[in-house]
């Protein structure tokens, strides 16, 4: 993975797909799993009212997570 796409903010300015993106109800809960697990957790930050996660898988490739509860609403 060439260095410029390691990053996620330099990689969302780069032409093609970027990543893949996961709606959790909790994401510093599963950045906190996943990091025990081993993950590479490259950073987690509020954007406003959302809070966001990327990862890398062992490609190198970023995975984001962002915390989207409503649709975990119970009926």
């Given amino acids: 993975m060439p260095e ?4 996620p903010d330099k990689d969302l300015r780069t032409h093609g797909n970027k990543h ?3 709606a959790v109800k909790d ?3 599963v950045a ?3 990091k025990l697990r081993g993950a590479d957790i490259v950073f ?3 954007v406003g ?3 966001v996660a990327f990862i890398r898988d062992i490609a190198g490739n970023l ?4 915390q989207q ?5 119970e009926a």
Avoid: K, N
């Fill in 27 to 29: 994401v510093r809960a």
């Fill in 63 to 66: 995975i984001e997570l962002f």
């Fill in 69 to 73: 509860p409503d649709l975990w609403a």
């Fill in 4 to 7: 410029d796409r390691r990053d």
């Fill in 49 to 51: 009212p959302v809070t």
């Fill in 44 to 46: 987690v930050v509020d």
């Fill in 20 to 22: 893949v993106s996961f």
């Fill in 32 to 34: 906190g799993e996943l």
